[in-house]
């Protein structure tokens, strides 16, 4: 039987106890890492024997990420970029209404397919959308603060 539970943090924080593990092992982590290199543990079998594992950059990342996040107490939830998500799941990730969303599909902002009478979005287009749509975001921002910062110049 696999030593791991099938209660994964779907639909609840982390206790206390899985925050404070989350934290030590981010930090023994943290303590190997170097930027842009694999990184290197040694962890211990359980019948005694000493194994080496290799962690790319990009998973040493990762692996981070979720750990500062578990040793931070606060919820999380891992998709794969090929899921088929739920107008209302893609409307919970984006921060916006069920209709709002509709909108952004009838107009061909974001792909999406149907079954049956519903709709599904590819997580991956989502995400894209997403990461388009907060460039432009910061883009706009910036160039407020930059004209902001040309009044506060000239005197307004």
Do not use: C, W
């Not at 209660?7 to 170097?34: H, M, N, V």
């Not at 209709?99 to 999406?112: F, M, Q, S, T, V």
Request: charged share 30%; aromatic share 4%.
């Amino acid at each position: 039987m696999s030593a791991i539970r099938k209660d994964d943090f779907g639909g609840r924080l982390p206790t206390q106890i899985e925050s404070a593990t989350a934290d030590q092992l981010r930090q023994i982590i943290a303590s190997q890492a170097k930027d842009g290199e694999d990184t290197k543990l040694t962890v211990m079998r359980g019948e005694g024997g000493a194994e080496t594992i290799t962690l790319s950059p990009a998973l040493t990342e990762s692996l981070m990420n979720l750990l500062r996040l578990v040793s931070g107490r606060q919820g999380f939830q891992m998709i794969p970029l090929s899921a088929e998500l739920t107008t209302q799941q893609a409307a919970d990730l984006l921060n916006v209404s069920r209709p709002y969303l509709i909108k952004l599909l009838e107009a061909g902002d974001i792909p999406y397919a149907t079954v049956g009478r519903h709709r599904r979005i590819k997580a991956e287009d989502l995400f894209a959308y997403k990461e388009v749509r907060d460039a432009r975001r910061a883009a706009a921002l910036s160039e407020m603060a930059e004209r902001d910062a040309d009044l506060i110049l000239k005197g307004y």
